[in-house]
């Protein structure tokens, strides 16, 4: 995807009200190699945004571009209209959580939250009036004469997160803060770390690979690729409205289909296999193209009682997920993925033959260009 694209996704995810912090234009490259395309961006006052993709897509780049870290090779980056693009850390005005908690060993939990609580605008009093206040907000109070060993890593990150906060920042970086931790506290903690944004009203940005922890805590959401923005949204405009075929593939479980756009309009052939697809209805006869469809959108039948235009499929694996159940098919040459719920699961009849018949809703299978 070209430059244009990502310009395109800022016009279309981006609110019309001036930006509390705008990244515009922002490149960087690491000697001959490009970490970041032309990367725009509008954040605004107490939103929630995180970054979102695979390992060396950029996102840690433009976090720490921001940080001033390390600085855009091209573009600027405006905070609250003061252009920030070289100032250095200390001139901005900005808190950071990193993965690794990064807390004082040698300092107690106060004291580490007192860190940067310096200078006139910090007298004693007021700097243990704002400790209490943080740990309060931490749930640590009663764990303020403790080192960092004497804590867990969810205590370890709280602590960070009360020091990046006790300041008042007018914006919060978060780079991977929950990685470190395990499932049942990483869950927990990114609950506390949006509740507490929402209550203090801080903007924050948030680096993650996670999916799941991206959807959970954004109000919008930045998908990156090879440095560059594939698109901004919503969680659930993400996940229902994909504006690319990475975006598809890499937010959620999806099926991939390659085909070719086929008459009557709004049909493509993938492999032989005839489908309907409303994407495809004002596409050129013969396009090749990309299809995804959601596992939860796949509709299966037992297979004795197939409605008209049915696939017949093989069931070649079953993973029981709680909620759900996911099967793997295979309809004829194309290789599905469905999600249903356990309930449903009897209805298809026993698997015993591992037989079900599957139709696609046309509106639910995405459609797009094949560019590559």
Not at 175 to 191: K, M, N, Y
Not at 246 to 259: D, L, P, Q, T, Y
Not at 291 to 308: S, T
Request: overall charge neutral.
């Amino acid at each position: 995807m070209g430059a244009s694209a990502s310009d395109a996704a800022v016009t279309e995810g981006a609110p019309t009200r001036a930006a509390y912090l705008e990244v515009r234009d922002a490149g960087k490259q690491f000697g001959s190699f490009v970490a970041l395309q032309r990367v725009n961006l509008a954040v605004q006052a107490g939103e929630f945004v995180t970054f979102l993709g695979p390992s060396g897509c950029g996102k840690t780049t433009l976090l720490r571009g921001i940080a001033g870290l390390d600085p855009p090779t091209t573009g600027r980056i405006l905070q609250g209209g003061r252009d920030i693009t070289h100032l250095p850390p200390s001139d901005r005005d900005f808190g950071i959580v990193f993965q690794s908690y990064a807390l004082f060993p040698n300092l107690t939990v106060a004291q580490n939250i007192a860190y940067g609580l310096r200078g006139p605008a910090w007298p004693k009093a007021r700097v243990k009036e704002r400790v209490n206040e943080m740990l309060g907000l931490v749930g640590l109070a009663e764990h303020a004469p403790k080192y960092p060993a004497q804590l867990s890593g969810g205590q370890q990150q709280r602590v960070a997160l009360a020091r990046a906060l006790a300041t008042e920042p007018g914006l919060l970086l978060l780079d991977e803060p929950l990685s470190a931790l395990d499932a049942v506290v990483r869950l927990h903690l990114r609950q506390e770390i949006r509740s507490l944004q929402q209550r203090l009203g801080v903007t924050t940005i948030m680096v993650t690979h996670d999916q799941e922890e991206a959807m959970s805590v954004s109000d919008r959401i930045v998908v990156m690729s090879r440095g560059r923005i594939e698109q901004i949204g919503s969680p659930a405009e993400i996940y229902t409205q994909p504006a690319t075929p990475f975006v598809a593939s890499f937010v959620g479980h999806s099926s991939r289909i390659e085909a070719v756009v086929d008459t009557p309009p709004g049909t493509v052939v993938a492999q032989g296999v005839r489908l309907p697809a409303t994407g495809a209805r004002l596409m050129l006869y013969g396009a090749r193209v990309v299809c995804f469809i959601r596992p939860e959108h796949v509709r299966l039948h037992p297979h004795d009682a197939a409605p008209a235009g049915a696939l017949m499929a093989t069931v070649t694996g079953l993973e029981f997920l709680g909620p759900v159940v996911r099967l793997s098919l295979e309809a004829g040459p194309l290789r599905l993925l469905a999600s249903i719920p356990p309930a449903d699961l009897a209805a298809l009849g026993s698997l015993a033959d591992g037989k079900v018949a599957v139709t696609l809703p046309p509106e639910h299978l995405l459609v797009f260009p094949d560019d590559v």
